[in-house]
Structures are given as C-alpha cells and as structure tokens.
C-alpha cells in the first residue's frame, strides 16, 4: 500500500482504508506521520521566533521527533493492551500507524505560523489554534480506532484517556530524570 493510495482510500472510503492500514502495519507510512508532524512543529516554532540556526533546527526537530515517536509508542502499546483484554483482536503495529497518521493534521500549524508571519495580529489565536489542531488531532485516532475495532465512541474514548495515562507519566519521568540528571552534574 502506498501513500498515496492509503490517502485516496481514507478520503474515498475511510472504515476501509482503516482496515487497510491496520492488516499492512506499514511502519514506514507511521514513521512518515510522525516526522511531518515534528517538522510542522519545528517550522512552527522556527516561524514563530524569528528564525533559527541549522544546527538548533535539527535538534529541535530530532528531540521533537523522538517525544512524538515514544508518545505514540506509549499509547499504541497501552491502547492495544487494553483493546486487546477487551475485544481480542487488533494490533500495536497498526495503531502505531494510525497514530502516526494522526501527526499529518500538525501540518497545519505551518499554515497558521505563515499566516501570522504575514498577519501578526493573529499571534492573539495562537492557543486557540493549538487547541483546536489537538482537538482534530484526537478526533482523527478516535474516529480511526473506533472503525478499526468497532468499539462504541464512549468505550474508544475512555480506552484513548486510558492509554494517555502512561505516556504522560513517562514523559514527566523522563523529564524528571533528566533535570535530576543535569543538577547531579552541575553540583
């Protein structure tokens, strides 16, 4: 399945191209996803803040694809575990994709930041706009792991809420043990 036919399908026929992503597990297509998403983020804040040199660029984006790709690894295997225990099929590879998927409505923060570089009365929509792509965002792996599973939207939406939990906690452990990591080393 290529990108481009994964496209068409989930604009012409979305339950089909669900069913379609989750049996081809394609990693690449995940991996796509997630890096549009890092690099929308990355030119985002580069627009936002007046610029950015080469080499903060690339680290900011590696960083920001490296917190995307554990985020989504960690409710992908959190999500699968609990769909798993509850409907018996499925698989972790395949939502993986469908939440790297997800990360394509990201590129719209790129229109924004380009629309506020020429407007800059729009910097006052700024948080709205983030809220608002996070919203589409979440709507996006909701509405693609209801038709993968067949779940009831309550049950896809408490399974999602669920499965955050870990990711979340592991970033601010992560977190956590780095600024431990960083005052151990400076005192």
């Not at 999500?79 to 225990?85: K, N, V, Y």
């Not at 499965?163 to 005192?187: K, Q, R, T």
Request: proline share 2%; glycine share 8%.
């Amino acid at each position: 399945m290529t990108f481009i036919n994964a496209l068409y399908d989930f604009v012409t026929e979305p339950s089909k191209a669900v069913d379609d992503i989750i049996k081809s597990r394609s990693l690449a297509l995940a991996l796509l996803g997630y890096a549009a998403g890092s690099l929308s983020v990355m030119i985002m804040w580069a627009l936002g803040g007046g610029g950015m040199g080469n080499f903060a660029f690339t680290f900011g984006f590696f960083a920001v694809l490296f917190v995307d790709l554990c985020i989504g690894f960690f409710v992908a295997s959190s999500a699968h575990l609990l769909l798993e225990i509850s409907t018996g099929k499925g698989s972790a590879l395949g939502l993986f994709t469908l939440i790297g998927l997800s990360q394509f409505c990201l590129t719209l923060l790129v229109s924004f930041a380009l629309m506020q570089a020429a407007a800059p009365v729009l910097a006052v929509f700024k948080f709205l706009v983030l809220f608002i792509v996070a919203l589409l965002q979440i709507y996006f792996i909701l509405y693609m792991m209801n038709k993968a599973y067949g779940l009831s939207k309550v049950r896809t939406f408490f399974t999602l809420i669920l499965s955050l939990a870990p990711a979340i906690l592991s970033l601010f452990a992560a977190c956590g043990a780095f600024f431990f990591l960083l005052f151990w080393m400076i005192f």
